[in-house]
């Protein structure tokens, strides 16, 4: 699996613990595009907190919530087709743990994350960017249409690296509506005032009900599958489900 993080001078090592998790046998890199499948791609990049803070049930729930995402969109044949993921993962360093990758190809048993280190988000969304980039390019390059991506921001805490300047571009993208993006707090110790500041006015960040990350990531999964079974043109006519499962509302107070 390719560590993007590990060839940016930026980045100076490598999160031993989660380099070979989620997908650790894949001829994928974020080059590679199976130009075979004529399916609309919608990519969707995870950027999961895995700082020591979110040891034991945290990350034990992450881990099952994750496990279940990744087997039950993979169920759907048209989201197996379009989704494609990429995990980005954060504690002490920023590591690509799987490069974008179709669904369906994905290990639907992967090796569990790790919780460790502090919390580099900055160093995170600053490979998120250039990755999303990237991937757009590449498929306007091969003629493949894509969806608005999906960014999914999960942390139960706050940056301890420069974080503005590549939080600023991420979040421009969102209130332009060019991607969809979500920030979840998980915890009472997730640093409110600056998720503020990273995510888009409208809604903003999102706290989880207790540690109900399967709830997340099922409506995660039912979001993808109704994205992926429209047509591009009509992406914006997408309804989607309640938050009201798995998001603490009455704590939110732009929702």
């Known amino acids: 699996m390719q560590n ?31 130009e075979m499948n004529s399916a609309p791609r919608c990519p969707v990049i995870l950027l999961l907190d895995t700082s020591s803070s979110m040891d034991g049930a945290p990350i034990n729930e992450l881990n099952q919530g994750l496990k ?41 048993n992967p090796a569990p994350l790790y919780a460790n280190g502090s919390t580099c988000m900055g160093a995170a969304l600053d490979i998120a960017v250039k ?3 990237a991937r757009r390019r590449l498929y306007h390059n091969t003629g493949i249409s894509s969806y608005r991506p999906w960014v999914i921001l999960m942390t139960d805490g706050g940056p301890n690296d420069y974080w503005q300047g590549p939080a600023e571009e991420m979040r421009k993208l969102g209130e ?22 990273i995510l888009p006015a409208k809604p903003g960040p999102v706290k989880l ?27 914006d006519n997408v309804q989607y489900g309640g938050i009201g499962s798995w998001a603490d509302l009455a704590n939110i107070p732009n929702m």
């Open 4 to 34: 993007i993080a590990s060839n940016n001078n930026s980045f100076s090592s490598i999160n031993n613990n989660n380099q070979d998790t989620i997908m650790n046998k894949t001829r994928y890199d974020n080059n590679s595009l199976d």
């Open 68 to 108: 279940q995402f990744l087997n039950e969109t993979a169920e759907d044949e048209a989201a197996s087709l379009s989704v494609e993921l990429e995990v980005i993962t954060f504690d002490s360093v920023a590591n690509v743990a799987m490069p974008f990758t179709p669904i369906c190809d994905v290990d639907r």
């Open 131 to 133: 990755d999303l980039k």
């Open 176 to 197: 332009k509506d060019k991607i969809q993006y979500i920030g979840i707090e998980i915890g009472s110790s997730a640093d409110h005032a600056t998720m503020c500041q």
């Open 209 to 235: 009900q207790g540690l109900r990350f399967k709830q997340f990531f099922r409506w995660l999964t039912d979001s993808l599958r109704s994205v992926s079974s429209s047509a591009v043109s009509e992406e």
